[in-house]
T-cell receptor, first 118, second 113 residues
Framework: GAVVSQHPSWVICKSGTSVKIECRSL??????MFWYRQFPKQSLMLMAT?????????EQGVEKDKFLINHASLTLSTLTVTSAHPEDSSFYIC??????????????FGDGTRLSIL | GDSVTQMEGPVTLSEEAFLTINCTYT??????LFWYVQYPGEGLQLLLK?????DKGSNKGFEATYRKETTSFHLEKGSVQVSDSAVYFC????????????FGQGTILTVHP
């Protein structure tokens, strides 16, 4: 089945640094990937839609200069949290979209990245 | 726009109890409906799905039936286990947003021995 790998799984860093999270589709090509943010005991909030070779589409209220998304190849999308602060601490999850996939599952999810900013 | 509403949690049950988690939706068109499960510290796993009215999705003892007349997709399991403790999300795809998933707020399930 379709596998999405997300790296790192956990990162702790100092306030003011930038952190990059990778999302890879291991055995298929993903022209579209999604990035979600999840607060403790809450649902997933869609941050942006990442399209290979074009600019990401951000949801309302998400700062595009804060959360930089790059989708340079059909198997890799990256989310960079720039100048991270403690309020950016959260669980970030990516997913890859397979149009017309035989499983009728629209998205395959990575295992998430727990980001802690000190 | 599309929306999904799940029953309030958390839900706490004893092992072998019957589980129901309610889910209703609002969408235009003919969405597909899903239940995802999230174990602590992990991403989401697809539990089951239904793509059209009256379809029943099932997996690992869990079931849900796509009820168009009541716009519902309630999750049920006849006998829960401790290992079922997790967060369960109802979601829809299609409707007005091709490819995007709209999630409910999630329901925390805790099963005690």
């Amino acid at each position: 089945g379709a596998v999405v790998s997300q790296h790192p799984s956990w990162v702790i860093c100092k306030s003011g640094t930038s952190v990059k999270i990778e999302c890879r589709s291991l055995d298929f090509q993903a022209t579209t990937m999604f990035w979600y943010r999840q607060f403790p005991k809450q649902s997933l909030m869609l941050m942006a839609t990442s399209n290979e070779g074009s600019k990401a589409t951000y949801e309302q209220g998400v700062e595009k200069d804060k959360f930089l998304i790059n989708h340079a190849s059909l198997t890799l999308s990256t989310l960079t949290v720039t100048s991270a602060h403690p309020e950016d601490s959260s669980f970030y999850i990516c997913s890859a979209f397979i149009p017309g996939g035989s499983s009728n599952q629209p998205q395959h999810f990575g295992d998430g990245t727990r980001l802690s900013i000190l | 726009g599309d929306s999904v509403t799940q029953m309030e949690g958390p839900v706490t049950l004893s092992e072998e109890a019957f589980l129901t988690i309610n889910c209703t939706y609002t969408a235009t068109g003919y969405p597909s409906l899903f239940w995802y499960v999230q174990y602590p510290g992990e991403g989401l796993q697809l539990l089951l799905k239904a793509t059209k009215a009256d379809d029943k999705g099932s997996n690992k003892g869990f079931e849900a039936t796509y009820r168009k007349e009541t716009t519902s997709f309630h999750l049920e399991k006849g006998s829960v286990q401790v290992s079922d403790s997790a967060v369960y999300f109802c979601a829809l795809s299609g409707g007005t947003s091709y490819g995007k998933l709209t999630f409910g707020q999630g329901t925390i399930l805790t099963v005690h021995p």
